[in-house]
């Protein structure tokens, strides 16, 4: 087959741009784009440099100076095979930063993943999503990716396989699990105790030691960096 090879050199001759596609002349078997000498590759849209590969081969996404193999500058998501997703949050990534046990419990509403759930009193055996501050009646936190389900007098490794049902929501135990907050109580720093908020589902951090008695959830691993926001928390 015969292909394409485009050469160029810019005004003052100190780079190079090679385009090469199929095979010349018998010779090439595959197709480049690129530079050949010691300079960086960069691809542009919209006048702004999106995708930058430097000399040394080190990829940077919206990073013009990457450090790493690859270096991306922005939220990242990562969708499995299997429909898995692992999310950076807004912050630090929390793909594999969450392991915790948990346990299915019927919910008489529909809930969310990072969602603070307190007792349903009107609905025997069930929980619902907490909407008011410092809830002593509160159930934990609705699990994101349980390492270890407890269904019953049942223990499910997970292995990955779990899926949640919005109205049986897996109740993490103990571990670390993606949480809903907000600055209601100001900005969450690591180390805070968390509780319930007036936000429904939401958690903020405590601010009075008297009311956060038997009202905590657990403590935020993670600074908040906006004024809702999903941080790692470590039940409690």
Do not use: W
Not at 189 to 216: E, F, I, Q
């Amino acid at each position: 087959m015969v292909g394409m090879l485009v050469s160029g050199k810019n005004n003052a001759e100190t780079s190079e741009i090679n385009i090469s596609l199929g095979t010349s002349g018998g010779v090439l078997d595959h197709g480049y784009i690129g530079s050949e000498t010691a300079h960086a590759f960069t691809l542009r849209t919209k006048t702004a440099n999106r995708v930058t590969i430097d000399s040394d081969g080190k990829v940077g996404i919206n990073d013009t100076t990457p450090s790493y193999t690859l270096d991306i500058a922005g939220n990242v998501q990562i969708t499995g095979g299997g429909g898995n997703t692992c999310a950076d949050g807004q912050g630090e990534a929390t793909c594999n930063n969450f392991v915790d046990y948990a346990e299915l419990y019927p919910s008489s509403e529909l809930v969310e993943s990072g969602d603070l759930v307190i007792i349903d009193f009107q609905n025997e055996g069930k929980v619902k999503k907490s909407n008011k501050p410092y809830d002593k009646s509160v159930a934990e936190i609705v699990s994101t990716k349980p390492a270890v389900l407890i269904e019953g007098s049942t223990m499910i490794f997970m292995n990955n396989g779990f899926k949640l049902n919005q109205t049986k929501p897996a109740i993490a135990l103990a571990g670390r699990v993606p949480t809903k907050v907000t600055d209601e109580n100001g900005i969450i720093k690591k180390g805070d105790l968390l509780t319930t908020s007036s936000k429904k589902g939401y958690g903020m951090k405590c601010t009075d030691d008297s009311k956060c008695a038997n009202a905590a959830v657990g403590i935020s691993l993670q600074n908040q960096k906006s004024k809702e926001d999903l941080i790692r928390v470590m039940v409690k």
